[in-house]
């Protein structure tokens, strides 16, 4: 299985921060990879496919880069919305793995 | 607008089988390049992948838990159904279904969970 290791496990920030979060694959995933916002009690929603594609809908802050093993999630200048947890999931191979997640906190 | 929702018991036994449907609209699994999938989450952990059934029928099963589950769909009712056997307290969780949809980014074509359902929360107790 691939392992997919986010970094760091929470972040404390404030409004209008910018905020980076990476994530690691255990083994060459190409672009295969997305990134999901997900708020307590609610299920996850697709920010970024394929490593760097923003999902319809979602705002511009949010943006996504890497390929191979090493990616990250920036978000620009963090709003009051953006505090959740984010989780990195791999689609290169089966069986496809979520990272254990970040969590988004306020400072 | 895609929409998925999960049905089932909100509380099982151990060694029951846990049943799961997930109830789908605005789309079909029929379509070339669709997909429903079933993604779990302990309370307070991580997402975890465990199942996914395709267009043309093609299944894919998390090797872990693979011996326990099967995939379903029943395109004219627009359903995908899983079942889960022998429960156990540490497969308490919500349960979730995702539209799996086959993505253009990055030079090539993937798949990717773009709708998702509410989740329903499944505990195991005696």
């Known amino acids: 299985d691939i392992q997919m290791t986010q970094s760091p496990s929470s972040v404390s920030a404030s409004v209008g921060d910018r905020v980076t979060i990476t994530c690691r694959a255990s083994?060459?995933?190409?672009?295969?990879l997305a990134w999901y916002q997900q708020k307590p009690g609610k299920a996850p929603k697709l920010l970024i496919y394929?490593?760097?594609s923003l999902q319809s809908g979602v705002p511009s802050r949010f943006s996504g880069s890497g390929s191979g093993t090493d990616f990250t999630l920036t978000i620009s200048s963090l709003q009051p919305e953006d505090f959740a947890t984010y989780y990195c999931?791999?689609?290169?191979?089966?069986?496809?793995?979520f990272g254990q997640g970040t969590k988004v906190e306020v400072k | 607008q895609i929409t998925l929702k999960e049905s089932g018991p909100t509380l099982v036994k151990p060694t029951q089988t846990l049943t799961l449907t997930c109830t789908f609209s605005e789309f079909s699994l029929n379509t070339n390049g669709v997909g429903v999938g079933w993604i779990r989450q302990p309370p307070g952990k991580a997402l975890e992948w465990l199942a996914l059934?395709?267009?043309?029928?093609?299944?894919?099963?998390s090797p872990s838990l693979k011996s326990r589950l099967t995939i379903t769909k029943d395109t004219s009712k627009n359903q995908v159904v899983l079942t889960m056997t022998n429960m156990d307290p540490v497969d308490t969780a919500t349960y979730y279904c995702a539209h799996n949809s086959r993505l253009f980014g990055s030079g090539s074509y993937a798949y990717y969970f773009d709708y998702w359902g509410q989740g329903t929360l499944v505990a195991v107790s005696s």
């Open positions: 394929a490593a760097s």
């Open positions: 083994q060459g995933i190409s672009s295969w």
């Open positions: 059934i395709y267009w043309d029928d093609d299944k894919r099963y």
């Open positions: 999931q791999q689609s290169n191979s089966f069986p496809w793995t």
